[in-house]
């Protein structure tokens, strides 16, 4: 079982990124699949997260900029992120588990049970 995220990179202010998560040995479409970041010295944080049937909830961060997608076909989930600004800037991780759990604020890492390895986003001028 693995889950590889990419499409991080280096974005300026008020620019677009469109996160990528794809599974190996898994269906990812059987599972609940999040996006989670980590700035440093910050703890992780959710920002979204999609059940098997398709809800989906937002981290506050997320609200309104970042939409969450599966693609079945390519056994891929999808993090479109825009209008980023500097404190979006952060490792962002997928992961998977039977169920998302939401915490008063958002997406919980709490009981992810796989993981990237994380893609690095970093918005600056």
């Known amino acids: 079982v693995q889950l590889q995220a990419s499409g991080g990179g280096l974005v300026q202010p008020g620019g677009s990124l469109k996160l990528s998560c794809a599974a190996y040995?898994?269906?990812?479409?059987?599972?609940?699949i999040g996006w989670f970041r980590q700035a440093p010295g910050k703890e992780r944080e959710g920002d979204s997260c999609?059940?098997?049937?398709?809800?989906?909830y937002y981290g506050d961060s997320a609200k309104g900029r970042f939409t969450i997608s599966r693609d079945n076909v390519k056994n891929t989930v999808h993090l479109q992120m825009i209008s980023l600004y500097a404190e979006d800037t952060a490792i962002y991780y997928c992961a998977a588990a039977r169920v998302c759990t939401i915490g008063y604020d958002g997406p919980s890492a709490t009981h992810m049970d796989y993981w990237g390895q994380g893609t690095q986003v970093t918005v600056s001028s």
């Open positions: 999609i059940t098997s049937n398709g809800k989906i």
């Open positions: 040995g898994f269906t990812l479409d059987d599972h609940a």
